[in-house]
């Protein structure tokens, strides 16, 4: 596998790497992650180690060493920022996903080492701040899909119980929000409603039991009667969030083919991230998950 685009500097030279990122953490300059002062002037140092020099920080008011990595989802890692960079890139670039195995194959690091930098970008890829959806004018669609088979034994096969639940919410022409649920019943998912989007907003769903109150909630309800073979009325429709669905589980049976429940929800992220991303290149939507990796210091204990 050969992408040009990954031959540019910040890909292949640690040092252009270290610059390019910096940009990204710090568009206004250094901001000390120990003392927290903007804008600080710094020293640049170069610390030799045995098989490496590292390009370390230090601050011009409390006067501790730093790197890029410091306070970053890629604190305490070993792996070169070259690699990690060609990782968040082949995962932002990749509309169905990218497998740890895929990983693992095209950076040359261990199959164990690729798992956990997936989820570490990951979890750079999680909403950084909260914004309500929709508003006055505006159109959220809801849903739910059901994923993998967790049957146990003496469960029946048939059925959807048994599946992981995955419930979403999507603005029309605006971003989209999944969240990994327990049950799918109005006690469930009447608070995240609530919660997530604003009441002036016109909600859009399928004839299912645990939608049948909110119009209580919010200013409009429309639904759809999939129950009765319809799909579409005008401008009342689910297959927004349908679409959204038919992405997520190609990439899920095709890519992952096989995902633990207790990390199913940054799987979830993933996808939301990149539909949220949609309109701006592969190389943009790279920078836009590096933009989050701040404050979100994953380690292997748990990531689980």
């Not at 992650?33 to 920080?57: D, F, H, I, Q, W």
């Not at 798992?115 to 809801?142: I, T």
Request: glycine share 8%; aromatic share 10%; hydrophobic share 35%.
């Amino acid at each position: 596998m050969a992408l040009p685009v990954l031959n540019q500097p910040q890909f292949q030279d640690e040092d252009a790497a270290h610059e390019y990122l910096e940009k990204i953490r710090w568009p206004h300059g250094v901001t000390c992650p120990k003392c927290g002062v903007e804008n600080v002037k710094v020293y640049r140092l170069n610390v030799k180690r045995a098989k490496s020099t590292r390009k370390v920080l230090k601050c011009g008011e409390c006067r501790r060493q730093f790197t890029i990595k410091t306070g970053t989802i890629f604190e305490d890692s070993k792996i070169p920022l070259t690699v990690w960079l060609q990782a968040a890139y082949l995962m932002c670039a990749s509309k169905k996903g990218f497998s740890a195995h895929q990983l693992h194959r095209y950076l040359g690091v261990t199959y164990k080492t690729a798992w956990f930098m997936a989820h570490r970008l990951r979890e750079a890829m999680a909403d950084s701040e909260f914004v309500k959806l929709g508003g006055a004018g505006k159109v959220v669609e809801a849903d739910e899909t059901f994923w993998g088979n967790n049957k146990k034994p003496g469960q029946p096969g048939r059925g959807y119980q048994h599946k992981m639940k995955v419930f979403s919410l999507v603005e029309r022409d605006g971003n989209v929000r999944s969240f990994h649920v327990e049950r799918v019943n109005a006690k469930t998912l009447r608070p995240i409603l609530r919660e997530q989007v604003e009441q002036a907003t016109h909600v859009m769903t399928d004839d299912a039991g645990q939608y049948t109150r909110l119009s209580e909630d919010f200013d409009q309800h429309s639904v759809v009667k999939h129950s009765t073979g319809e799909y579409a009325r005008g401008p009342v429709y689910t297959n927004t969030i349908e679409s959204f669905f038919a992405v997520m589980k190609r990439g899920l049976h095709g890519t992952y083919h096989h995902i633990g429940e207790q990390h199913l929800k940054r799987y979830c992220g993933e996808f939301d991230f990149r539909y949220n991303n949609r309109k701006v290149s592969d190389l943009e939507r790279t920078v836009n998950a590096l933009s989050g990796i701040e404050g979100k210091r994953l380690t292997y204990k748990t990531v689980g």
